[in-house]
């Protein structure tokens, strides 16, 4: 079982606030992923990062934010949330897999709802 | 840009009936990943394929990778309810990023 940790699991917030979805990993990865997916829907990738200080837009443009300080830590945060943010956010971690693959372990993600 | 395409997107099955998903890519792949995620879960690796031609298999599950590395299949034999969920296939490029593909929902009937 894969050790990444996503906090809250759920997240029901009124429009205009300020959230940011927490995402751990105690593997010591580089690489480190977020991903937006509307239920039954594909994965969109909106963030990554590459190690501590990288961090990249995907190719889903999203108006969230994200910051590598620690290698374990890749928090999201959305300055004024809106209805339209509402959805699961999954995030991921990475390590060098075998022949330049690098499989990647997700997190439960968080499902947010934005009234 | 990048795009990997799935179908069939959604498959109901009878239990026991085998089930495949196909894969395609716009470009030329230097590997291929398949993820399972159950309903309400999250995505979970189940194989990785880099040669051309490559053929792997997992139990019940067959990978297979195109010779062209543009494309790929998922096979399963005698499905079960347990096989419930959405298969993603997801393709590198060499680069660090995976193209996730848009999924077969996977339904079987007892």
């Known amino acids: 079982e894969a050790d990444i940790y996503q906090t809250p699991r759920y997240l029901v917030i009124g429009t205009g606030k300020k959230i940011t979805l927490e995402c751990s990993q105690t593997?010591?990865?580089?690489?480190m992923y977020w991903y937006q997916q509307d239920p039954g829907m594909e994965l969109h990738l909106i963030h990554y990062s590459y190690g501590v200080n990288s961090t990249e837009k995907g190719d889903l443009s999203s108006e969230s934010t994200v910051s590598r300080i620690r290698t374990e830590h890749f928090p999201l945060t959305l300055e004024s949330a809106r209805p339209s943010h509402t959805s699961q956010y999954l995030c991921a971690s990475s390590d060098h897999g075998v022949a330049g693959g690098y499989e990647q372990y997700f997190g439960p993600g968080t499902r947010l709802t934005v009234t | 840009g990048q795009q990997v395409m799935q179908i069939p997107q959604y498959q109901h099955v009878q239990e026991g009936e085998d089930f495949t998903t196909y894969c395609n890519s716009s470009t030329t792949l230097s590997n291929i990943q398949w993820y399972k995620q159950r309903p309400g879960g999250h995505p979970v690796f189940l194989i990785q394929l880099v040669k051309s031609g490559e053929v792997k298999k997992q139990k019940r599950l067959t990978f297979q990778f195109g010779e062209a590395k543009k494309n790929s299949s998922l096979h399963i034999t005698a499905t079960q309810t347990t096989d419930v969920g959405t298969y993603f296939c997801?393709?590198?490029?060499?680069?660090?990023?995976?193209?996730f593909g848009t999924g077969t929902r996977l339904t079987v009937i007892p």
């Open positions: 593997m010591g990865h580089d690489k």
């Open positions: 997801a393709g590198g490029t060499g680069a660090n990023n995976l193209f």
